[in-house]
């Protein structure tokens, strides 16, 4: 069994607080136990970090490597449009195959508008529908998360004693520094509840309602039926735009995302990660009536790297790649085996789990009896306990998220996924101290 040490990455993480804060570029890279990793290179479904190890990569980059890293036809797209120039502020057909091959792939993209990150994509989808209505209110859900902006970062992670009634969550501001008057402008429900959307959005006043349409930042967590039908049909009923947040399960979970996978069209639909397989691209796409709105320059939308033509270059390719013959099959094959096998390793140490969501990107519940149906239902998960697991995984070679979120790619093969899972049992063995409260429990 592989034994990892991670001393480099964490002398050299040390040493480079002094230049940056947490020496991290992002909060989500801060926490990561035993210590931020610093990598070297990465390669199908392996990561190289500066200690000399060879990592099996579930993290992915938080969701965008559907293809594993270095894909060849991604690469040799973005180093051919690399000669051709860098950035051009306008217009390139790079941009028009892309936009074509999204409407030609999700359901709701009658038009395409491209930024450079989620959170953008999302401020953009908010703006629109704000303009389209005439509305100020949004309605959001608790553990549901859609950018570190200030606007949208409300309760996304909300700690327990501050959660107030499910029927009528309490908002929570999740960063110091936040502007709180944006609170006013959001409604925070409890996701897969029905009746708590058709109650809202029958006072008339909201212009946009915003969900991920399956949970994956908290949880692996489906919608129960009929539940995106009854939201659809409240909104389209009460003037409401419904916008799928599809950041991660946008080209990971289908080639038409979560709304292909679940059969309900949102009016807008965010897009990011997997639709460059690493590049920074983002997108908005959604009915042409609110979406042409932005022709006429009312509604302002700029971004100076939005387009930019290397990062368009890699979405058609990977957009190509992910169109060919049987890869999202793959991908639902190898993860569905990979659940299994990690379901059987916690059931073999008789602990309690739930592994739930989709094949390309589950959440591993540590803790939990049965599946939840939304962010309360993940009260109960010892994150601690998990987090021991997690490090003890990586010390055997596999790097997963501390929080419980899986991401497979196209690159994880059954060899990949049975070292991986050998890993796991060791690592079960290796945190047993850490673990064995919840037998008891
Ligand atoms: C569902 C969802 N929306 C929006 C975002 C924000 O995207 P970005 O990090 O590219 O700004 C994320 C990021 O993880 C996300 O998971």
Known sequence: MTECRFDRSAERVREATAVMPGGVSSNFRLGVAPTPLVFERGEGAYLYDIDGNRLIDYYLALGPMV????????????????????????????????????????????????????????????????????????????????????????????????????????????SAGQDLVTGESIDVLSWNRPEQVIERLAKGDVAALIMEAAMCNTGGIFPLDGYLEAVREACTKHGTILIFDEVITGFRVGPGGAQGRFGVTPDLATFAKAIANGFSVACVAGRADIMDRLSDGTILHGGTYNAQPMAMAATVATLDELSKQGVYEGMERVGTRLMNGIRDAFADAALPVVVSGFPQIFNVALGLKEPAINYRGMQGVDKAAYRHLTTAMLGHGVRALERGAWFLSAAHTDEIVDDTLAALRAAIETAEPHLAHLRAA
């Open 67 to 174: 293809l594993g890293h270095s894909p060849a036809p991604v690469i040799e797209a973005a180093r051919a449009q690399l000669e051709r120039g860098l950035l051009y502020g306008g217009q390139s057909e790079l941009e028009y195959q892309a936009a074509t091959k999204i409407t030609e792939m999700v359901p709701c993209a009658d038009r395409v508008r491209f930024a450079s990150s989620g959170s953008e994509a999302v401020q953009l989808a908010l703006r629109l529908a704000r303009a389209a209505t005439g509305r100020r209110m949004v309605v959001k859900f608790e553990g549901h998360y859609h950018g570190w902006l200030d606007s949208v970062l409300w309760s996304n992670a909300t700690p327990a004693d501050q959660m107030g009634p499910e029927d009528d969550p309490t908002p929570y501001a999740a």
